[in-house]
T-cell receptor, first 114, second 117 residues
Framework: DAGVIQSPRHEVTEMGQEVTLRCKPI?????LFWYRQTMMRGLELLIY????????DSGMPEDRFSAKMPNASFSTLKIQPSEPRDSAVYFC????????????FGSGTRLTVV | AQSVSQHNHHVILSEAASLELGCNYS??????LFWYVQYPGQHLQLLLK??????LVKGIKGFEAEFIKSKFSFNLRKPSVQWSDTAEYFC???????????????FGSGTQLTVLP
């Protein structure tokens, strides 16, 4: 099991550019979560999907953020246009139907917007 | 909605000292409880979890936690810490559901543990 795979590991971009973060959940997991981690705000849930359907996107900061899950093995988080305050580490996590297995996190994408 | 409080923001201990990190949650129903650890520059790793049954839960690396329902607490303990335990520790809670897919995991603000050699 390769775990939750995120790409890229690091992304540096200029303000105003579009950024796309990618996540491949663990095979067989049917829930996927996007979190953002900053020093000021800690770990914040942005959005989560169950069976590829967005369930709660109330944590998405604003319309510049969007997330998709076109199939069970892939999700994207897009920021357009990016701003310096979006700089953070973005984590993806997945969970199985049986919650007793817990939530498995990916290695994260460190985004820097200059 | 659920919330989690971790009152210790930074704990400094010497090797071999005992550790207890506090965690309190707020939620009107049944919950699942977790402790995660994040080593510098790394992702979150699950230390232990509580779903039901014995309120004393044992996890990896010698950590354990006790769920006290009446106090809404899930404190993390380790009898003797090592330098390699230096990391940030997060308590988290999710609503318990009898069937269906997972619900969101809400994290506390984290406790930075520094173990001095």
């Amino acid at each position: 099991d390769a775990g939750v795979i995120q790409s890229p590991r690091h992304e540096v971009t200029e303000m105003g550019q579009e950024v796309t973060l990618r996540c491949k959940p663990i095979s067989g997991h049917n829930s996927l979560f996007w979190y953002r981690q900053t020093m000021m705000r800690g770990l914040e849930l942005l959005i989560y999907f169950n069976n590829n359907v967005p369930i709660d996107d109330s944590g998405m900061p604003e319309d510049r953020f969007s997330a998709k899950m076109p199939n069970a093995s892939f999700s994207t988080l897009k920021i357009q246009p990016s701003e310096p305050r979006d700089s953070a580490v973005y984590f993806c996590a997945s969970s199985a139907y049986d919650q007793s297995y817990g939530y498995t996190f990916g290695s994260g994408t460190r985004l820097t917007v200059v | 909605a659920q919330s989690v409080s971790q009152h210790n923001h930074h704990v400094i201990l010497s090797e071999a000292a005992s550790l207890e990190l506090g965690c309190n949650y707020s939620y009107g129903g049944t919950v699942n409880l977790f402790w995660y650890v994040q080593y510098p520059g790394q992702h979150l790793q699950l230390l232990l979890k509580y779903f039901s049954g014995d309120p004393l839960v044992k996890g990896i690396k010698g950590f354990e936690a006790e769920f006290i329902k009446s106090k809404f607490s899930f404190n993390l303990r380790k009898p003797s810490v090592q330098w390699s335990d230096t990391a940030e520790y997060f308590c988290a809670v999710s609503p318990w559901i009898s069937s269906g897919s997972a619900r969101q995991l809400t994290f506390g603000s984290g406790t930075q543990l520094t173990v001095l050699p």
